[in-house]
């Protein structure tokens, strides 16, 4: 854990923490009580629950005297997403050519455990000869490695057959190197820019899941790929290679081996495919206003404070963690993201009685869960201009402080957090462990994008992350109320500043420049993504899955797996590449102090 000195009170200007901390209860009880409260039911973005959360947060910032931003007639601000997507009946009609005299031979597959369009598919009906390009994989040429699927072939005005995955009896390092770069979304632009008409997904008679379709997974994307894409299962896999020279399964062994020169081939026959996408779109509202400056504005008159607000509905969108006996229970949210929406709200009312240098944003995000939809929204059509905001600070899940230990990351888009930082917290005596990192599962990584220098708070996950029994009557007030003095402070120093942070590009960490979705196996587990130390904590593990199985848990930090030594999250995503299904592997782990050792079984990701 990174600890800080304290200074000592006379090395510095000490930055005051707001006197409503010290005077008056802060509003943030009432407000966690009534946003995670059964009849918002769960927040989930576009839904009914989430428009009676919106309205309440609006009135909170009427209440205080929070404005509309300048040209907008309300603090609502509405934006349109993807809620969902269905196969709307893709289907693929295989043509075989016949001897002369005799026609054509043509079968048609129908219905979603044959044929179903991914969920960033373009909607078209497409015709074109076959070409078989392996597993669809390549490698950029800076990673040194030679791989290219498409290396002898030419797919242009072809569809192309590809498999599912990754080459999986690959020595491990080339393994991980390939499986980097197998997501579908990859595989179909790498398709695309090669001029393919479609692309076609067979899951190998070798593979997890073998001969099933892929499931249509939720996608915020509102557009497609630009290329029509779909999976197909084993009947429909085996029509496809009829002719072939070797088995789909003698031909998949041959690529598993890792080998570049084992080349694709043209398929015997044609193809026809219809792709057929209903994406399910939504309006969701982000909650916006901004108590003005009472003195002419500072350079970047703008510093932002914002939250998500929304949260998972009754966890049907996959990103729950209740258990069975949970299922289809409201999810309240309180930690996630009550207690950061009622910050807000808090350090509203504070700010709104003090003088202000610069314009302060209170930004409330919907639509969070789904993928930053809500403030990638307000960014990329920004309603003040991104180069006169001087900062963004944000909070999520800041209600559950853990031995007063509290997560700042971010901290190195601008070379003047860590000093704001230890001054507030000379007053406040937080445990901060201060992390540069922006890349974060959370809205600060929309305004890193941006070129805002930008701080974002957390006490870090819990048992009850993503489960209905994130319930208000667990969050920890007295520390809440403490947090929100000193992240008042935090914003009103940062506020009043004459000159304003300037912003510092961290570079992204290289593993994590490439989705992990193509992931094909889970060990259970569930990371503590804010920790320093060194390994990976863990914030929980999944009820039943492999790393219950194993005996691992809340607290345990590992250290090794697979031989694989780990020393933080990039390590464990690179040695989760390594693994295969159903394979025990050993796992290192430090529990209380001690080192254990027990066996995890990885089990395919459907």
């Known amino acids: ?340 929406t009622a910050a807000v709200l808090a350090i509203a009312e504070s700010l709104a009685k003090e003088p202000r240098t610069r314009n302060i944003v209170f930004a409330l995000w919907s639509a969070e869960e789904i993928g930053l939809v809500g403030s990638s929204a307000f960014v990329n059509s920004p309603p003040i201009p991104l180069t006169q905001i001087a900062a963004y600070f944000n909070f999520d899940m800041v209600g559950r402080m853990q031995e007063n230990k509290l997560i700042v990351q971010a901290a190195g888009t601008a070379a003047t957090w860590p000093r704001i930082l230890e001054r507030a917290n000379v007053v406040a005596g937080f445990d901060l462990a201060v992390q540069t990192d922006p890349y974060q599962p959370t809205d600060v990584a929309t305004f890193n994008q941006a070129g805002v220098p930008s701080l974002s708070f957390s006490t870090g996950p819990h048992p009850d992350y993503h489960k209905p029994s994130d319930t208000a009557d667990k969050i920890d007030y007295d520390d809440l109320d403490r947090f929100v003095a000193f992240a008042a402070s935090i914003v009103d120093a940062t506020s009043d500043a004459s000159e304003a942070p300037q912003f510092v590009k961290v570079d992204q960490p290289a593993s994590r420049a490439v989705t992990t979705t193509g992931l094909r196996l889970t060990t259970g587990t569930i990371p503590d993504y804010t920790s320093d130390v060194k390994g990976l904590l863990l914030g929980g593990v999944i009820g039943g899955g492999p790393a219950e199985q194993a005996g691992l848990m809340k607290g345990d930090v590992i250290i090794e797996i697979a031989g694989q030594s780990i020393a933080n999250i990039y390590d464990y995503t690179f040695a989760l590449e390594l693994l295969k299904i159903n394979q025990p592997v050993k796992v290192i782990y430090q529990r209380m102090g001690m080192r254990v050792e027990t066996m995890l079984t990885p089990v395919a990701r459907r």
Do not use: C
């Open 1 to 340: 854990m990174h600890r800080r000195q304290p200074l000592l009170a006379s090395a510095v200007l000490l930055i005051a923490l707001p006197s409503f901390a010290q005077t008056t209860p802060s509003p943030a009880r009432a407000h966690v009580t009534r946003l995670a409260a059964d009849d918002f039911e769960g927040r989930q973005a576009g839904s009914a629950g989430e428009r009676r959360a919106g309205d309440y947060i609006e009135a909170q910032l009427a209440r205080v005297g929070a404005r509309p931003l300048p040209g907008k007639n309300s603090r609502l601000l509405p934006f349109d997403f993807t809620a969902g997507s269905r196969d709307g009946g893709s289907a693929v009609t295989v043509t075989r050519s016949e001897p002369a005299g005799r026609a054509a031979r043509a079968s048609t597959f129908t219905g979603v455990k044959t044929v179903q369009a991914l969920s960033f598919s373009d909607e078209a009906t497409v015709s074109g000869d076959l070409v078989f390009a392996g597993y669809g994989i390549v490698v950029p040429e800076s990673q040194n490695l030679g791989y290219d699927s498409y290396a002898t072939l030419d797919v242009k005005d072809k569809v192309v057959v590809v498999l599912r995955y990754f080459p999986e009896d690959a020595e491990p390092q080339v393994r991980a190197a390939i499986a980097r770069y197998s997501d579908l979304r990859y595989k179909a632009q790498a398709a695309r820019q090669r001029g393919a008409r479609a692309l076609i997904v067979v899951t190998g008679p070798r593979s997890p899941n073998a001969g099933q379709t892929v499931p249509m997974t939720f996608d915020t994307a509102l557009a497609g790929s630009g290329i029509p894409a779909a999976s197909v299962d084993g009947a429909v896999g085996d029509a496809l290679f009829a002719g072939a020279p070797k088995t789909l399964a003698a031909i998949q062994q041959e690529l598993d081996s890792g080998n570049p020169h084992v080349a694709g081939f043209a398929l015997v026959g044609s193809i026809t495919l219809k792709t057929a996408v209903v994406r399910q779109t939504l309006t969701a509202r982000n909650v916006v206003a901004y108590l003005p400056a009472t003195t002419t504005p500072a350079d970047k008159p703008w510093v932002i404070v914002g939250a998500h607000y929304d949260h998972l509905g009754r966890g049907d969108q996959g990103t729950s963690l209740a258990g069975k006996d949970e299922a289809g229970m409201i999810h309240h949210g309180a930690d996630d993201n009550a207690s950061g």
